[in-house]
């Protein structure tokens, strides 16, 4: 039976949704940079996520950029989030509250915990090939490994997307030039390069 539900944002148009792990909650991404999270017990906006405006060089406060992409953490306790500006950011669901956030050299196209671990993001620049990310002080980054010309402007194409399986023993990623990698998450020396025969998906699910 479909249901409709109605609800206005308050900071712009949607721009992307993930549920949590029960399918209570719905994450929705905005234009003007905020996360509203939709309750279906109750109908209504349970919390809204609002980023702090950043000041540029002159003390002015920035736009706050659009929301790219959101993931829940298996627990549901947190949401990763990447935005237009190059930004990934961890929330704490609970307190409403920024608890991390990394800029990247290149917008990214999404992001989502390590079904497992929580303090490690797989992250899919626009620009690169997918690597992974430490949510921590550190901010390791590490690239998957690449077939050879899989990515980049030199093969034509662009990273489209990347996935963890919700086992989280395999990572695998396509790219805009019709080619796809599966890694082994414990090997990442490890890869296996096969070309994509079909219409190219821009998103990857289980």
């Known amino acids: 039976m479909l249901e409709i539900i109605e609800e206005s944002l308050q900071h712009g148009k949607a721009t992307c949704v993930a549920f949590n792990r029960r399918g209570t909650l719905l994450a929705a991404?905005?234009?003007?940079?905020?996360?509203?999270?939709f309750d279906f017990c109750t109908?209504?906006?349970?919390r809204e996520l609002v980023p702090?405006?950043?000041a540029d060089e002159d003390g002015d406060d920035q736009e706050v950029p659009a929301v790219f992409s959101v993931a829940w953490s298996s627990d549901g306790r947190k949401i990763l989030s990447t935005a237009a500006d190059g930004s990934v950011v961890v929330w704490d669901v609970a307190?409403?509250?920024?608890?991390?956030?990394?800029?990247?050299?290149?917008?990214?196209?999404?992001?989502?915990?390590?079904?497992?671990?929580?303090?490690?993001?797989?992250?899919?620049?626009?620009?690169?090939g997918p690597m992974t990310l430490e949510l921590?002080?550190?901010?390791?980054?590490?690239?998957?490994?690449?077939?050879?010309?899989?990515?980049?402007?030199?093969?034509?194409g662009e990273n489209r997307a990347c996935r963890v399986p919700s086992g989280g023993?395999?990572?695998?990623?396509?790219?805009?030039a019709g080619a796809g990698v599966l890694s082994p998450s414990h090997?990442?020396?490890?890869?296996l390069g096969f070309p994509l025969t079909m219409t190219l998906p821009r998103k990857?699910?289980?």
């Not at 991404?29 to 999270?37: D, L, V």
Request: with cysteine; proline share 8%.
């Open 29 to 37: 991404g905005t234009s003007g940079g905020s996360i509203a999270i």
């Open 95 to 128: 307190e409403s509250d920024m608890s991390f956030r990394a800029a990247l050299d290149s917008q990214p196209h999404s992001a989502q915990f390590r079904p497992r671990d929580d303090n490690l993001a797989l992250v899919c620049p626009s620009d690169d």
């Open 169 to 176: 023993a395999c990572l695998w990623s396509n790219s805009g």
């Open 136 to 156: 921590g002080r550190g901010r390791k980054r590490t690239p998957l490994p690449q077939m050879p010309g899989f990515y980049g402007s030199s093969y034509g």
């Open 52 to 54: 702090e405006a950043l």
């Open 187 to 191: 090997l990442y020396p490890l890869a």
């Open 204 to 206: 990857l699910s289980n």
């Open 43 to 46: 109908r209504s906006v349970a």
